[in-house]
């Protein structure tokens, strides 16, 4: 009789901690970020008698860092290259052969990099200076798209 109660209290056990974590997992909030990011590269300016041609899907790492404004970077002259980023790394993610992603992140605000070798890459800023920033609203995704357009000319 002892026997029956130990198993019936094990497989009670068990029962309440599959259910837990399933709970856990499905009412957890999720939210981040997701997008896709394209390469444009060759003259874009417009001609009648040359099409622009359409970016390319990109496969590359994104980087994600606190909220980065230009005073919390070594830039590379006066280009969108940044030899170092004194803001906190976050994550970062590998995009699929399309160019897609998708990350979790906490809700905040966040700026986004790419890389060319040692190199950071942005290239757009908000009013205050912000490099490439995002944020993240409590359970929802932000959609981006980031164009690597440093082999462009326009």
Known sequence: MLRKKYIMHGSLLIL?????SFT???FRKKQG???????????????????IAEPKAHQTTLYFLEKTNLQQVDRQNSSSFYTAV????????RTN???????RLEPGEYSVF??????YYANIFDQDNTIAPVK??????????????HQAVY
């Open 16 to 20: 309440v901690l599959v259910i837990s």
């Open 24 to 26: 856990t997992r499905c």
């Open 33 to 51: 970020v997701k997008g896709t990011v394209f390469v444009v590269t060759g003259n874009q300016m417009p001609s009648p008698d040359v099409p």
């Open 86 to 93: 004194h803001t906190k790394f976050i994550k970062e993610i």
């Open 97 to 103: 052969a399309n160019g897609r992603f998708k990350i």
């Open 114 to 119: 790419t890389k060319k070798g040692d190199l």
């Open 136 to 149: 993240v609203v409590a359970g929802k995704f932000s959609e981006i798209i980031i164009k690597v357009d």
